[in-house]
Structures are given as structure tokens and as C-alpha cells.
């Protein structure tokens, strides 16, 4: 009778032949070599070392004379040779994941013809009704297009992976140039122009408005000037109708399906003076501070300070003509599948419990899908530093993230300065301040009812953080804002190309947008020491974030917006580190006076006003929704919780809910932590 394959019984265990081929599509591997010592075998199986390895038309023989019984001990090894990522592990046969028992495992040297090498790892298990094989190690990407990578002079080569049960092939695929930029950050500020934080700047060479550009309302003349408010007495309009009064004048129209109107940049008074999109209308003598600029220099010395010792860019555009929501999607997506405007209570109650049922979906995944597919790591923070009402990060909304998956930004100096820090991308939002009561205050987004004091502060600790960090050699930090808020800005934004057709017919594309358009042009300031100091002409918009992602990383474009976008250049070629970075920056400007407090009977009365169905408030809630759903554990408690959201009616409901989520929150985060923390 004959025995089985990874039999228990080791007094059966007898030497046998393990084979297992590396076909060479691409007649690229020089040789294989077996790596001395690094056999790791099942306790009391016999074996033969070192394994031979032969050559013949293009394929590599390797045998292993051994027994076979299969051990946690030897997959476990394995597992960490790879690294205990799963990412980094493939076995084409199907069904092959982390293998949990192998009968043994060794690693090799694959020696390039193009004079790079790699060690890969080499297990051998039991699955289904035969004896399967695993390849491992830090060149081996295992998800969406298995490959192994190398690199050599500057540049990687990359070799799609295949195979079967006892068989891997390799196929070239491409090559591209290796960047010295291996972290990249992104930091996301709220609702200003370029124009409105840059144009006074006083830098050379930028594309910046004068005082001699105007806005006219009513047959009154309102110039570009100076003094700005250090916070808006009402929050200007920036949906889709308002950005296209603003672009192409009072009384535009948009056709469902057309092209966009002509744009002349005429619409930004007469727009401030009559919206009521994000609450009442501005004072009659207040609507000219929609054309006044920030004295750049004084009032935002942080920002100045990094325009001028880095890439400031003066083209780069928010994604569409439209609000913060589907403007943030962008970054993370290159879509906004289709939604065009801030979403309403009801429509993320369909994203939770019906249409995307764990969040806001996009058709092609996100940025975050991609990497997790690819082995590319990545992480998230939110300044938790400021009202309740502003401490829910928007990034939640997408499906797959959850609040509690996002760290608090007061672990991101220890982390950064960690010499293991963890992600390859990061990506950080401020706090939103106020947005239960609508004041936006005391937050550090920088929206136009608050002021820019903490939105400074937030910007020199990311960089000074990052400054001090071991990863500030191999980093870019990019800094910019999601939309411009309703501000006056000079430059007509241009054409887009469109993400996808289906964008078009989204039934959450109300205005029947082609996404043909960019939005209004924004800050960006590029923050490097590897990018020399420059003005920027390229055209930007969020999608080029992900573009320079994708090309540091290997990543595929998502939609046909990224894969038009420009990378960020330099990025290509950074090879130079430079050693006159600014270690510290000017401290902000003082904050001005706050606002009075609500005495109680004006905040019991703001508290019995309904919640705006289209508000960052309500869409904040709706992420609250989302966690909660999430953290449920039974249908009985998803159905009262889908119940308890659809009860939020007034402010006061609201407050009371984000406080009772945002405790659970806190109770997932710290269930987290202690699961993290070794016994």
C-alpha cells in the first residue's frame, strides 16, 4: 500500500523527489543558486543539501531530495522570511494563500542577465490532492498582476508571474526609472483659491491676479485688493450652480451633457452677494471680500515660507467645478463616480444600506484598493485636536475605511520619527472645526469662516515633523486644498479629460456633468529635499497626485482622468538631496479673537434648528452611520442603527450622536491598540 503525502507517522518518513520550475519566458535570468543554510524542514524529515538546480530551454530544474510533512514551524518561517505579508507570497495554482503548514522551505538567488539579483523564498505544501509550491520574499508582489521586481541603475524591471501546482514562468513586462522618493504625504486643506492665498505673494514668476483684475455686481466694480478677513462672516458658495455662476458669469446655464460654458471668471461677487447654498447671504457691505487676497508673507508665513524654499504650483486645479465631497473623492479615486454635489442625508443612507452598502463606491476602486493590491503600504490622519464636530475624517466615507482605521494626528510625530514607519503613502486631513453649530471654528482645515491660525500650525508640524524624520531624505510632502471655497481666482481653468462615460449617467451626477471641466485652480506647494526650488507652470489637478503615485510604484491609473494627468515633475529625476531644507519655519501669525461664545439660550435654540440635508454636517453624521453599521454585530443592532440615524433631525440630535459614535470610536481604537501590543 502506498503512503500518503504528509503523512503524521514521521517513522514513515523516507526521502523523495521535490520538484518545482522557474520557466524563463523572457531569457532574462542568468543563473539560480541555492542560498547555503537556509533550508527549514518539518522536525525528523530527512533531506539532501544542497538542492541541484539545471538549466535547459529556458527553464530552471530545481530538486530537493526530502521528505515531506507538513509543520506550522517551517510555514511560519516562511511567513517571516516573506515579511508576514501575504502580499509578498504567491502561488499561481489557485486557492494558494498564506500557507498556514509546509512540508519545507529554502531560498535561492535569481541572478539577472541585466546584472541585478534577488532572493526569493521557496515552500513547499500541501493543498487539495497534491504537493503545491509558494515564492516569497521583498521582490514579490503577489496581488491584482503577480510579479517580481528588481532594480539596477536607477531603473526597475519588472516580470509578471504565472504558473502552476510546481511551476512558476516569469515574463518581462516593463521597466521604469527607480525615484529616490520612497514616502510620499499629502495634506488636504478646505476652500481657498490660488489667487486668494497666493496672489499678493509677491513670488517671481507666478501666475498671480493684480489689482487692476475686478469683478462687477450691479454696475459696481469690485477690484482684487489686500486686507482680507481673517474669517468670513458667512461661508461663500461653491456648489456646482454657484462655481458655474462664478466661472462664466451671472445667469450661465449648464446643458446636461454639453460642454461648459465659456469662462470668464466674472461671476464671484455677484455669486457671494445672492447665494444662500451654504446658509444666508453675505452683508451688502461685506461681498467684496470675496476678492480680497491674504498678504501672504505675514498672514500665511508657513505657507509662504515652503512656496518659496520648494515648487509652488500656480496651474494645478481642483477636479471639477464643484463642492469639497466629490473634489476629495478625486484624490482618492480619480472619479467621483459621477456625484457632483455635497451628498444628502438620504443618499448616504444608500451608500451605507443599499446601492454601496459599506460606503461610497468607486467603479475602479480607489487609490488605497490599488495599493493594498500592489504590496504598497499606506496610512491615514486626522487632527482630532478641535471640536467634535470637525474630527471626523471625510476619507471615511470611502468604502473599506472606517473612522477608526484613521490615527490620530497626535501619534504622527512619534510615528514619523519611528525608524520603522510603516507607509509608503500617507494621507492627512485637518480638523473641520465647528460644523455642528456651522461655524466651522477652532478647527485647522482653514475654511473661510475660520481662521488660517491653525491651519498654519497644522502645516509647519507635518513639515517640521517630517523635517526631523529619517524618512525626510526619501520624501515628498504635498500640500494643497480641495476646492476654492467660492474665492475670487483669475486663471479660467481649462478642459479635463472625463474619468469614465459612466460617470456621465451616475444618478448622482445632478447637473448631467460631462467631467470635462477642472475646477478653479488652488494652491499646491510640492515639499521636498530631493525637488529643487521653482515655479510650476504644469497643469495639475488631484488625479496628478495619484499619477505620481502610480509611477513611483508601479501602480495602474484608475480611470482615464489619472492616466491623462501630469506627474509632478522632478519627481522622475530626483536623484540630488539638497542641504539648505529650512529645519524650522516662522511660527503662524496670532490667531484673532474668537467669536463669542453661545450663551445657553442661544445654543439651546441654534440646537432646535434641523440639520441641513446637504451640509458637511450631515455628511459627517453619515460617516458616523457608517461606523456605527460597521461596528454592529448582529442585524438587529444595523436595523437600530439604520433607525437611530434616520431619527437625527435637529443640531442637538446631531451632537448627541457624534458624541455616542465617537465614544465607540474610542472603544475600537483602544480594542485595536491592545490587540496590537505583544502579551
Given at each position: 500500500?502506498?503512503?500518503?503525502?504528509?503523512?503524521?507517522?514521521?517513522s514513515?518518513?523516507?526521502?523523495?523527489?521535490?520538484?518545482?520550475?522557474?520557466?524563463?519566458?523572457?531569457?532574462?535570468?542568468?543563473?539560480?543558486?541555492?542560498?547555503?543554510?537556509?533550508?527549514?524542514?518539518?522536525?525528523?524529515?530527512?533531506?539532501?543539501?544542497?538542492?541541484?538546480?539545471?538549466?535547459?530551454?529556458?527553464?530552471?530544474?530545481?530538486?530537493?531530495?526530502?521528505?515531506?510533512?507538513?509543520?506550522?514551524?517551517?510555514?511560519?518561517?516562511?511567513?517571516?522570511?516573506c515579511g508576514?505579508?501575504?502580499?509578498?507570497?504567491?502561488?499561481?495554482?489557485?486557492?494558494?494563500?498564506?500557507?498556514?503548514?509546509?512540508?519545507?522551505?529554502?531560498?535561492?538567488?535569481?541572478?539577472?542577465?541585466?546584472?541585478?539579483?534577488?532572493?526569493?523564498?521557496?515552500?513547499?505544501?500541501?493543498?487539495?490532492?497534491?504537493?503545491?509550491?509558494?515564492?516569497g520574499?521583498?521582490?514579490?508582489?503577489?496581488l491584482?498582476?503577480?510579479?517580481?521586481?528588481?532594480?539596477?541603475?536607477?531603473?526597475?524591471?519588472?516580470?509578471?508571474?504565472?504558473?502552476?501546482?510546481d511551476?512558476?514562468?516569469?515574463?518581462?513586462?516593463?521597466?521604469r526609472?527607480?525615484?529616490?522618493?520612497?514616502?510620499?504625504?499629502?495634506?488636504?486643506?478646505?476652500?481657498?483659491?490660488f489667487?486668494?492665498?497666493?496672489?499678493?505673494?509677491?513670488?517671481?514668476?507666478?501666475?498671480?491676479?493684480?489689482?487692476?483684475?475686478?469683478?462687477?455686481?450691479?454696475?459696481?466694480?469690485?477690484?482684487?485688493?489686500?486686507?482680507?478677513?481673517?474669517?468670513?462672516?458667512?461661508?461663500?458658495?461653491?456648489?456646482?450652480?454657484?462655481?458655474?455662476?462664478?466661472?462664466?458669469?451671472?445667469?450661465?446655464?449648464?446643458?446636461?451633457?454639453?460642454?461648459?460654458?465659456?469662462?470668464?471668471?466674472?461671476?464671484?461677487?455677484?455669486?457671494?452677494?445672492?447665494?444662500?447654498?451654504?446658509?444666508?447671504?453675505?452683508?451688502?457691505?461685506?461681498?467684496?471680500?470675496?476678492?480680497?487676497?491674504?498678504?501672504?508673507k505675514?498672514?500665511?508665513?508657513?505657507?509662504?515660507?515652503?512656496?518659496?524654499?520648494?515648487?509652488?504650483?500656480?496651474?494645478?486645479?481642483?477636479s471639477?467645478?464643484?463642492?469639497t465631497?466629490?473634489?476629495?473623492?478625486?484624490?482618492?479615486?480619480?472619479?467621483?463616480?459621477?456625484?457632483?454635489?455635497?451628498?444628502?442625508?438620504?443618499?448616504?443612507?444608500?451608500?451605507?444600506?443599499?446601492?454601496?452598502?459599506?460606503?461610497?463606491?468607486?467603479?475602479?476602486?480607489?487609490?488605497?484598493?490599488?495599493?493594498?493590491?500592489?504590496?504598497?503600504?499606506?496610512?491615514?490622519?486626522?487632527?482630532?485636536?478641535?471640536?467634535?464636530?470637525?474630527?471626523?475624517?471625510?476619507?471615511?466615507?470611502?468604502?473599506?475605511?472606517?473612522?477608526?482605521?484613521?490615527?490620530?494626528?497626535e501619534?504622527?510625530?512619534?510615528?514619523?520619527?519611528?525608524?520603522?514607519?510603516?507607509?509608503?503613502?500617507?494621507?492627512?486631513?485637518?480638523?473641520?472645526g465647528?460644523?455642528?453649530?456651522?461655524?466651522?471654528?477652532?478647527?485647522?482645515?482653514?475654511?473661510?469662516?475660520?481662521?488660517?491660525?491653525n491651519?498654519?500650525?497644522?502645516?509647519?508640524?507635518?513639515?517640521?515633523?517630517?523635517?526631523?524624520?529619517?524618512?525626510?531624505?526619501?520624501?515628498?510632502?504635498?500640500?494643497?486644498?480641495?476646492?476654492?471655497?467660492?474665492?475670487?481666482?483669475?486663471?479660467?481653468?481649462?478642459?479635463?479629460?472625463?474619468?469614465?462615460k459612466?460617470?456621465?449617467?451616475?444618478?448622482?451626477?445632478?447637473?448631467?456633468?460631462?467631467?470635462?471641466?477642472?475646477?478653479?485652480?488652488?494652491?499646491?506647494?510640492?515639499?521636498?529635499?530631493?525637488?529643487?526650488?521653482?515655479?510650476?507652470?504644469?497643469?495639475?489637478?488631484?488625479?496628478?497626485?495619484?499619477?505620481?503615485?502610480?509611477?513611483?510604484?508601479?501602480?495602474?491609473?484608475?480611470?482615464?482622468?489619472?492616466?491623462?494627468?501630469?506627474?509632478?515633475?522632478?519627481?522622475?529625476?530626483?536623484?540630488?538631496?539638497?542641504?539648505?531644507c529650512?529645519?524650522?519655519?516662522?511660527?503662524?501669525?496670532?490667531?484673532?479673537?474668537?467669536?463669542?461664545?453661545?450663551?445657553?439660550?442661544?445654543?439651546?435654540?441654534?440646537?432646535?434648528?434641523?440639520?441641513?440635508?446637504?451640509?458637511?454636517?450631515?455628511g459627517?453624521?453619515?460617516?458616523?452611520?457608517?461606523?456605527?453599521?460597521?461596528?454592529?454585530?448582529?442585524?438587529?443592532?444595523?436595523?437600530?442603527a439604520?433607525?437611530?440615524?434616520?431619527?437625527?433631525?435637529?443640531?442637538?440630535?446631531?451632537?448627541?450622536?457624534?458624541?455616542?459614535i465617537?465614544?465607540?470610536?474610542?472603544?475600537?481604537?483602544?480594542?485595536?491598540?491592545?490587540?496590537?501590543?505583544?502579551?
Open positions: 500500500m502506498s503512503t500518503p503525502d504528509n503523512t503524521a507517522d514521521s514513515l518518513a523516507k526521502t523523495r523527489s521535490n520538484v518545482v520550475t522557474i520557466n524563463d519566458l523572457s531569457n532574462a535570468i542568468s543563473s539560480i543558486s541555492y542560498v547555503s543554510g537556509s533550508l527549514v524542514i518539518t522536525d525528523g524529515q530527512p533531506s539532501q543539501t544542497p538542492p541541484t538546480i539545471s538549466f535547459s530551454d529556458g527553464t530552471f530544474t530545481i530538486t530537493l531530495e526530502a521528505g515531506r510533512e507538513k509543520s506550522t514551524p517551517v510555514a511560519d518561517a516562511f511567513n517571516s522570511n508576514n505579508d501575504s502580499a509578498k507570497e504567491y502561488a499561481p495554482f489557485g486557492g494558494g494563500e498564506t500557507p498556514e503548514e509546509l512540508n519545507f522551505m529554502f531560498a535561492v538567488v535569481i541572478q539577472f542577465s541585466i546584472g541585478a539579483a534577488v532572493t526569493v523564498y521557496l515552500g513547499q505544501g500541501h493543498a487539495a490532492a497534491r504537493n503545491n509550491w509558494w515564492i520574499g521583498s521582490a514579490i508582489f503577489s491584482d498582476t503577480p510579479r517580481l521586481e528588481c532594480s539596477i541603475n536607477n531603473l526597475v524591471y519588472t516580470y509578471e508571474l504565472s504558473g502552476s501546482h511551476s512558476f514562468d516569469l515574463q518581462f513586462k516593463d521597466t526609472p527607480v525615484s529616490a522618493i520612497q514616502n510620499v504625504f499629502v495634506l488636504m486643506l478646505e476652500n481657498h483659491s489667487d486668494n492665498m497666493l496672489a499678493l505673494s509677491g513670488i517671481p514668476g507666478i501666475y498671480a491676479a493684480t489689482t487692476s483684475d475686478s469683478n462687477s455686481y450691479n454696475g459696481t466694480p469690485y477690484n482684487v485688493q489686500g486686507n482680507p478677513p481673517l474669517n468670513m462672516p458667512t461661508d461663500p458658495g461653491h456648489e456646482f450652480d454657484d462655481v458655474l455662476e462664478q466661472l462664466a458669469g451671472p445667469g450661465s446655464t449648464y446643458v446636461s451633457g454639453q460642454a461648459y460654458p465659456t469662462i470668464y471668471n466674472s461671476g464671484f461677487v455677484a455669486n457671494y452677494a445672492t447665494t444662500t447654498t451654504e446658509g444666508p447671504v453675505a452683508p451688502a457691505a461685506d461681498i467684496c471680500d470675496i476678492m480680497k487676497c491674504f498678504d501672504t505675514d498672514q500665511l508665513p508657513a505657507l509662504y515660507q515652503l512656496a518659496t524654499e520648494y515648487v509652488v504650483c500656480d496651474q494645478w486645479f481642483s471639477l467645478p464643484g463642492p465631497w466629490p473634489n476629495r473623492f478625486f484624490l482618492h479615486a480619480a472619479s467621483s463616480s459621477g456625484l457632483d454635489h455635497t451628498p444628502s442625508g438620504g443618499e448616504i443612507f444608500d451608500w451605507v444600506f443599499k446601492d454601496f452598502s459599506n460606503g461610497f463606491k468607486f467603479s475602479n476602486g480607489s487609490i488605497f484598493d490599488e495599493m493594498t493590491a500592489k504590496g504598497i503600504t499606506w496610512g491615514l490622519y486626522h487632527d482630532t485636536n478641535g471640536p467634535i464636530g470637525g474630527r471626523v475624517p471625510l476619507v471615511a466615507a470611502i468604502e473599506g475605511i472606517y473612522v477608526a482605521d484613521v490615527n490620530d494626528l501619534t504622527f510625530e512619534s510615528d514619523v520619527t519611528s525608524s520603522d514607519y510603516p507607509y509608503q503613502y500617507t494621507f492627512i486631513e485637518p480638523n473641520y465647528d460644523a455642528l453649530n456651522g461655524t466651522y471654528e477652532n478647527g485647522s482645515s482653514q475654511h473661510p469662516m475660520d481662521s488660517v491660525a491651519g498654519e500650525a497644522l502645516i509647519l508640524k507635518v513639515y517640521e515633523t517630517l523635517r526631523s524624520s529619517p524618512l525626510w531624505s526619501s520624501s515628498l510632502l504635498i500640500i494643497t486644498y480641495d476646492e476654492h471655497g467660492g474665492f475670487y481666482d483669475h486663471w479660467p481653468p481649462g478642459q479635463a479629460v472625463p474619468p469614465s459612466e460617470d456621465q449617467s451616475s444618478k448622482y451626477n445632478e447637473s448631467g456633468f460631462t467631467f470635462g471641466q477642472y475646477g478653479v485652480r488652488v494652491p499646491a506647494v510640492i515639499v521636498s529635499p530631493l525637488l529643487a526650488s521653482n515655479v510650476d507652470h504644469t497643469v495639475y489637478d488631484h488625479s496628478s497626485v495619484l499619477k505620481t503615485l502610480e509611477w513611483l510604484f508601479g501602480l495602474s491609473p484608475l480611470t482615464g482622468r489619472d492616466a491623462a494627468a501630469n506627474v509632478i515633475q522632478g519627481v522622475q529625476t530626483a536623484n540630488v538631496l539638497r542641504t539648505d529650512p529645519v524650522k519655519l516662522k511660527p503662524p501669525a496670532p490667531r484673532p479673537e474668537k467669536r463669542p461664545l453661545l450663551t445657553a439660550e442661544e445654543q439651546a435654540a441654534l440646537d432646535l434648528e434641523p440639520i441641513p440635508d446637504r451640509s458637511n454636517l450631515m459627517f453624521l453619515g460617516i458616523l452611520f457608517k461606523e456605527d453599521v460597521h461596528l454592529a454585530a448582529t442585524p438587529q443592532e444595523r436595523a437600530a439604520a433607525a437611530r440615524f434616520q431619527g437625527l433631525k435637529t443640531r442637538g440630535d446631531a451632537r448627541v450622536y457624534m458624541n455616542e465617537m465614544a465607540k470610536v474610542q472603544v475600537e481604537k483602544a480594542r485595536r491598540a491592545a490587540i496590537a501590543v505583544p502579551a
